[in-house]
């Protein structure tokens, strides 16, 4: 079977030539690991350094297991460098599970040095005497200290063999590791998300392409300039400080360095106030060292056939269950799922919420439900089999059915707060209140503190703002959008809508609303494109001192 690597490096490998190129070693891929593999032998030291440099390591112990004399992961750099000394790149021959029973093997070796090295010194102090008697002090005392380094050696090997016990287990238990199907599920969701973003990447490159091909077709050379400038500043590209200065700069200390084309653009270069280079220029120089946009690269081939490789051999040890569709009704592990949730990049099911026992107490993605028994559990899908789903039967959606409308029957109702589009007067009417509340505001700073400063005094109050619907969904939505729903309480307060929940802070509707000037009161937002009605007479009642009112 051709791994990804092989079917790469067999169209990519240099030309016949009148004079072929003699290679000297041998390279293989393994699409497990993700990596090359050399077999060179011994390179001159120059070699070596520039290798190691390249990022591959030596591994010379594995020779023999057939580990390769270098290995790297894989990249378009490495494998050019593979190829030069082998013209072509093989599969692998040794999976991880061959090469991690080479190790054991090795290991064993160890291990039955260090327990025979043990033995034998346990066995020389056990055979030792247990008093020195000599009438020398000294002869006895070394005599002493020989028989106890016995005994130190012998639990030092002792130490050494439960060593290579443990690296044992763990070279075994790590081959089985990576090649379960759970960890080749996050290796498959690891590896879209890296195609996703090379691709994302060329795109950009593509769209930056198709400007410049724009910006070169300007006939006007003054607008040219003008607007290369602009988008070069816009676009933040200005950063690729590899473009040399023309010859025709006049200071000395300027000439023969690298500057970015933004710098270029914007640096004058003499007295006159002319810039180092015109648009046309600029874009000469762009073109000079960009080539046209492709919609593919190596990268994103190796990172396609790699997720081929993996789903090929995750199907082969059952698949997983991302790739079932997951439905509300089906049983998850015998648990009923209310509601399945995909991802808004893969359109795949990601998890689900399972219904479970009620839970006491804070629980890690468990949710009991209002006036029910029941608790909401949520489960990640992506790394689990496909045998743990069960597809909806006629009774498990009846019991799905039955579930909700219990879960609507328990759950509490909501105080009436609905979104009104004001009438102009009302708007007006509400709008002047939040501006003398905010002006008032702004006079009790002052009071407080002389040195205060108080811009909503000096400038001009908010008005209302009369849009379409069109133009509010454009600027509504997100945290940081311009236009938002206000909760409006009694005496006409604006809240956020999670102040003051209980009492008389409870807001009675909701209008639209948009940030006013610099510290200035939010303006209410009037579509004209849709009816207005009145807004509640609550609004303008006065709040009594009692009353917790919020500040606007």
């Known amino acids: 079977m051709e791994t990804p690597e092989t079917q790469i490096d067999q169209d990519q490998t240099p030309e016949a ?33 520039k290798l190691r440099a390249d990022g591959w390591i030596t591994l010379h112990k594995q020779r023999e297991a057939g580990g390769g004399d270098f290995a790297a992961t894989w990249t378009p750099g490495r494998r050019d460098t593979a190829l030069e000394y082998a013209g072509i790149i093989e599969d692998e021959d040794m999976g991880p599970e061959d090469r991690a029973a080479d190790r054991a093997e090795r290991f064993s070796g160890y291990l039955g040095r260090r327990l025979n090295e043990a033995t034998g010194h346990a066995d020389g102090y056990e055979a030792g005497p247990q008093a020195h008697g000599y009438q020398d002090q000294a002869r006895a005392e070394r005599a002493a200290a020989r028989h106890d380094r016995q005994g130190e050696r012998a639990g030092d090997a002792w130490s050494k063999a439960e060593y290579w016990q443990r690296r044992t287990a763990g070279v075994i238990a790590h081959a089985l590791y990576v090649s379960s199907p759970g960890v080749r599920m996050g290796r498959i969701k690891m590896l879209e998300a890296e195609l996703r973003k090379a691709e994302a990447s060329l795109e950009k490159y593509a769209d930056l392409y198709r400007d410049f091909v724009k910006l070169s077709a300007i006939a006007d050379p003054d607008q040219q300039t003008a607007t290369v400038r602009a988008y070069l500043g816009a676009r933040s590209i200005w950063a690729d400080y590899h473009h040399p200065r023309p010859e025709t700069v006049t200071r000395e200390y300027m000439k023969g360095k690298k500057q970015s084309l933004y710098t270029l653009m914007t640096h004058v270069a003499d007295e006159a106030g002319t810039s180092d280079i015109t648009g046309a220029e600029a874009c000469a120089l762009f073109f ?36 079932v569709e997951i439905e509300p009704g089906g049983k998850l592990g015998g648990h009923l799922i209310v509601k399945a949730s995909k991802s808004p990049t893969t359109g795949r099911v990601v998890s689900v919420q399972v219904l479970g026992e009620a839970v006491q107490g804070w629980v890690y993605r468990a949710k009991n439900v209002p006036g029910t ?12 089999s496909p045998g743990s789903y069960t597809a909806p039967t006629p009774e498990s959606l009846k019991e799905l059915a039955n579930f909700k409308a219990l879960a609507k029957a328990g759950t509490p109702k909501k105080d009436p707060c609905p979104l009104i589009n004001p009438t102009d007067a009302d708007a007006e009417r509400l709008q002047a209140i939040w501006n003398e509340r905010k002006r008032v505001k702004g006079q009790e700073r002052l009071a407080s503190n002389k040195y205060a400063y108080a811009p909503e005094l000096e400038g001009e109050p908010s008005t209302v703002c009369r849009i379409t619907q069109a133009v509010y969904s454009q600027n509504s939505g997100g945290t940081y959008s311009k236009a938002q729903t206000s909760g409006i309480k009694i005496g006409g307060v604006q809240c956020c809508g999670y102040e003051n929940r209980s009492g008389e802070g409870n807001p009675v509707c909701k209008i639209r609303t948009t940030d006013g000037k610099s510290n200035m009161a939010d303006r209410v937002i009037i579509l004209t494109d849709k009816p207005q009605k009145p807004l509640p007479a609550s609004v303008w009642i006065v709040p009594q001192p009692d009353q917790v009112p919020a500040t606007a």
């Open 373 to 384: 028994d029941y608790a909401l559990h949520q489960i990640d899908t992506e790394r689990l």
């Open 288 to 323: 000079s060292d960009h080539h046209a946009p492709a919609t593919e690269n190596d990268w994103t081939r190796h990172l396609r056939l790699r997720l081929a490789y993996e789903n090929q051999m995750l199907e082969a040890q059952g698949g997983r269950l991302a790739s």
């Open 17 to 49: 030539t009148a004079e072929p190129t003699e290679y000297h070693g041998r390279a293989t891929y393994s699409p497990e690991d993700n990596k090359l593999r050399l077999y060179i032998g011994r390179v001159p030291r120059d070699e070596y350094l």
